[in-house]
């Protein structure tokens, strides 16, 4: 995934259509949109940082799950890293190590409810079927409760030859997904021709999300808690 925040307008979209293509229940969102300034006021300007799993190739999550659950959280050969919803679900010792050890805070527990709880009728689409990692699912049935939950590329869409529903919503086109290895794709191409760079690179994880735009960030003036992840690199 290419993410130019130079175009990125800041509307959120992106994560509402993630919140729908994935029917996430109330409290559980597997992308956000930070936000934070940049330079002082005459050249004031709005930074919009958008950010989901990175689909790391050195996965820390992985790492700290494997220790009490094998096969918890696996990666997959073309590079998406996959949650085991049932095996984490009965493994609370892999769920809070995988979440302590993401740096990028893009894990989220499924506390199941809907939100259309206490209203006459559950909406159909909070019930209806989903379809993640290759498993049909549906949140009525519970088979996503209890356990943790994250971006997931959206493999069942590309498996269908469509882009992830993010990527295909932005209306500012400013996310890329594609085949790194196929020097032909859009992606490769954006990535020979632009600088680009990743999320706390230091720290080993070789994210699969690549940034462009905004690569000095110290000029970031004002930090909030919605821009943490915006200005600890
Ligand atoms: S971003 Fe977090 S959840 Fe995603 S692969 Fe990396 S460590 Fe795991
Ligand atoms: S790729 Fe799919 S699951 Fe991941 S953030 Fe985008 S819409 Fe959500």
Redesign the pocket.
Known sequence: MVIDTRKCVGDHACAVSCMAENVCPPKTAYRKVFETEFNSFPELDRFFMPTN????DN???KKAADKSTKGAIEKRKDGI?VFNYAKLAKSPKAKEAAKK????Y??VDDKAGFYTDGTPVLEPYETRDFYEYDKKLNRKRGDTKGSIR?CTFCLHRLESGMLPACVGTCIGRAMYFGDKNDPESLVSELLKKEKTWNLKAGLG?QPRVYYIGYEDRTKISVATPASCIACHQ
Request: glycine share 0%; proline share 19%.
């Open positions: 799993c990175q689909h790391c996965p820390p999550c890293v050890a993401c740096p990028y893009a894990i994250k994880t």
